[in-house]
């Protein structure tokens, strides 16, 4: 399942990207523009800057801003960077097969959906989604 977490780090970068490039702001402003909660972002913000592709600096004109092109970072990306790998369901998780196997008939849908479902996480860049936040003003 893909937490709020998750959720939250992928608004926050599209946020950050559709400011004009190099442009900073401050976690304050992103939570009033966005909605996110405070303290999720405070937990995010370093899990983005440790992966290298926010920078902030603190003190009177500090700030966050972008550092990474925000077309070479996917949802996928962004997911698995705040919540690990992503799957489907616990099925797909096993290294080995489960007993049911040979006879389940939900196996060959779960990969199936999570093929789908991973090419519109990779095929989405958070370049897309800030093109989204601009259109809608």
Known sequence: MITKKAEYAIIALADLAAL???QKT???EIVARRK???NLLAQILPELRAAGWIKSTRGAGGGVFLCKDPAQITLRD???LIDGPIKITRCLFQGKPCGNKPSCPLRDVWKEAQGKMMHVFEKTTIKKLSD???AAG
């Open 26 to 28: 401050t976690a304050r």
């Open 78 to 80: 962004t997911i698995e």
């Open 36 to 38: 996110i909660p405070p």
């Open 20 to 22: 004009p490039p190099g």
């Open 132 to 134: 989204r936040i601009a």
